[in-house]
T-cell receptor, first 116, second 112 residues
Framework: AQTVTQSQPEMSVQEAETVTLSCTYD???????LFWYKQPPSRQMILVIR??????QNATENRFSVNFQKAAKSFSLKISDSQLGDAAMYFC?????????????FGKGTKLSVKP | DGGITQSPKYLFRKEGQNVTLSCEQN?????MYWYRQDPGQGLRLIYY???????QKGDIAEGYSVSREKKESFPLTVTSAQKNPTAFYLC???????????FGEGSWLTVV
């Protein structure tokens, strides 16, 4: 069974600085998706960024980028130029590309605080 | 607007009662999911359905039931057998093997 581990329960960053959130996962599959979701106090789950395992290039979405290390099974999220609105819970998630195993498997989350 | 609608947003249940949480999507997605979130925890899968009239148990299905009579609807019933139902519940949907799962805004269930 696949597992996702986020080893940092809480992180803090100064506004305008850069922060990196860690995620590791365990799987025997070679083809899958990885995601970072943001959950603000409203509890809405917002997709931040996704990575397809067959793509070697790291995904980037504006201030958000990932460092995907497939061999190490590592998928960290880098937030550049942090803003107050980035404060939230961040969840790393795994999804198999096999349709019968299509649900997301989540880590326990990292609470990010942004200091003005 | 396309999306996933969950209702009600807040629900209170007396002990021994069954309650049903609604989830409707107009994204034409084949797959739908129910997750539970407890404080300090990630999301845990309760049930999922890949096609109409078929569904599978997730990691914590005990005390819950679902139906999938229509593609756009996937209601979750929290039965009296669920001993600790107070939690935040999230419904989600996706294409069968698509690269994104979309979430509704969630429902809070509290036992009083």
């Amino acid at each position: 069974a696949q597992t996702v581990t986020q080893s940092q329960p809480e992180m803090s960053v100064q506004e305008a600085e850069t922060v990196t959130l860690s995620c590791t996962y365990d799987t025997s599959e070679s083809d899958y998706y990885l995601f970072w979701y943001k959950q603000p106090p409203s509890r809405q789950m917002i997709l931040v960024i996704r990575q397809e395992a067959y793509k070697q290039q790291n995904a980037t979405e504006n201030r958000f980028s990932v460092n995907f290390q497939k061999a190490a099974k590592s998928f960290s999220l880098k937030i550049s130029d942090s803003q107050l609105g980035d404060a939230a819970m961040y969840f790393c998630a795994y999804r198999s590309r096999h349709g019968s195993q299509g649900n997301l498997i989540f880590g326990k989350g990292t609470k990010l605080s942004v200091k003005p | 607007d396309g999306g996933i609608t969950q209702s009600p947003k807040y629900l209170f249940r007396k002990e021994g009662q069954n309650v049903t949480l609604s989830c409707e999507q107009n994204l034409n997605h084949d797959a739908m999911y129910w997750y539970r979130q407890d404080p300090g925890q990630g999301l845990r899968l309760i049930y999922y359905s890949q096609i109409v009239n078929d569904f599978q148990k997730g990691d914590i299905a005990e005390g819950y039931s679902v139906s999938r009579e229509k593609k756009e609807s996937f209601p979750l019933t929290v039965t009296s057998a669920q001993k600790n139902p107070t939690a935040f519940y999230l419904c989600a949907s996706s294409t069968y093997s698509g690269n994104t799962i979309y979430f509704g805004e969630g429902s809070w269930l509290t036992v009083v």
